[in-house]
């Protein structure tokens, strides 16, 4: 049973830096697109970037490209979304999720899911 875990979110003032975490159960999430989605109160789901198997090919979001990197390491069955430039409007509960088959921007194209972690940027 593939179980995601993010880990990493908390308070920053605006121009800060987070570093946010999504730990695999299974070694077979590394074969798998991993993508990063964001909910703000009251907003539907937003798309904040996705990463093929390999790390070779991402798509970000227009609302954070340039300021937000995924990367990920298979020895430990882990992405990274590295945030940079944080603003107040990037406040949102991050959600990672999983899927085996080719995946972009809509979240029901994904299988797998974790509870999500709170950011928070001041201003």
């Known amino acids: 049973q593939v179980q995601l875990v ?7 003032q605006a121009g800060g830096s987070l570093r946010l975490s999504c730990a695999a159960s299974e070694r077979i999430v590394n074969t798998y697109s991993l993508g990063w989605f964001r909910q703000a109160p009251g907003k539907e789901r937003e798309f904040v970037g996705v990463i093929g198997m390999n790390g070779n090919t991402k798509f970000y979001g227009d609302s954070v490209q340039g300021r937000f990197t995924m990367s990920r390491d298979n020895a430990k069955i882990t992405g990274f979304l590295q945030m940079n430039g944080l603003r107040p409007e990037d406040t949102a509960v991050y959600y ?3 899927d085996p088959e080719g995946s972009w921007r809509v979240p029901e194209d994904y ?3 974790g509870r999500g972690t709170q950011v928070t940027v001041s201003s």
């Open 6 to 12: 993010e880990s990493g979110g908390g308070l920053v």
């Open 96 to 98: 990672c999720a999983a």
């Open 111 to 113: 299988a797998y899911w």
